[in-house]
């Protein structure tokens, strides 16, 4: 008989989120504490040369893993470069922490600076697309916006609202009767005739040519 699993109400990851915020200002404050007689500015930069020196341990630790060194061989594991890698993460919270008195805050402004550099490469990589000549997508009416809804949705798992809603109007255009639409440095052609409006003429209803995934042109102006 399979056992039945039943899901918790919250994912344990998010349940945490606050004991974890709680114990990295934790760690910060002890250390702080600890090295309450020195001055200031001594702590802080203790606090930056220790980051510097977990840095080192994971150079140190993956030069181990791949035994570069004749005289010391293989001495550690990839696991090693892991443990590592979340000491350089963890004393780096811990200075953020340090930094910011010890309130307990670090999480939140390391979501919102994901979120921010998340979103910088995703501008940055449709300035790329920008600086690259324009693209254009022939094919029939029903194949484009099958295109463009596709893009949509890849916009929406991106978050990029504004690229999903452009894709979507462009959709709109086309089902509307436009015969071209660009979306960003993307062109869209319709090059089937037959293939006018009403909208439902390429739903299927009335003997339009069905819907071939991919089976528009792609070309690229030079
Ligand atoms: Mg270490």
């Known amino acids: ?9 919250v994912p344990a ?33 203790a606090r930056i040369a220790k980051l510097a020196e977990e840095v080192g341990e994971t ?25 590592e890698a979340l000491d350089v993460a963890v004393t780096a919270l811990a200075l953020w922490e340090h930094l910011d008195g010890n309130r307990g805050r670090v999480l939140n402004s390391l979501a919102e600076h994901v979120r921010y550099l998340d979103e910088r490469g995703l501008e940055s990589a449709i300035g790329a697309r920008e600086a690259r000549p324009d693209v254009r997508h022939e094919g029939s009416r029903a194949e484009l916006i099958e295109l463009l809804n596709q893009q949509a949705e890849g916009w929406h ?52 040519a069905p819907i071939t995934a991919g089976g528009c042109t792609h070309v690229v102006d030079r």
């Open 59 to 83: 150079s140190a630790a993956w030069l181990g893993t791949t035994g570069m060194n004749p005289r010391k061989g293989y001495t550690h594991t990839r696991g090693a470069v892991k443990a």
């Open 157 to 208: 798992h991106l978050a990029n609202d504004r690229l999903q809603r452009e894709a979507l109007d462009g959709a709109a255009k086309l089902e509307a009767g436009d015969s071209s639409v660009q979306v960003e440095n993307t062109v869209y052609e319709v090059t089937d005739v037959d293939s006018t409006p009403p909208p439902t003429a390429w739903s299927g209803a009335s003997g339009e």
């Open 1 to 9: 008989m399979l056992e039945q699993r039943q899901q918790p109400p």
């Open 13 to 45: 990851t998010v349940a945490r989120m606050d004991e974890i915020a709680e114990s990295l200002r934790r760690v910060s404050q002890r250390i702080d504490e600890h090295n309450a007689h020195r001055n200031p500015e001594a702590l802080t930069s």
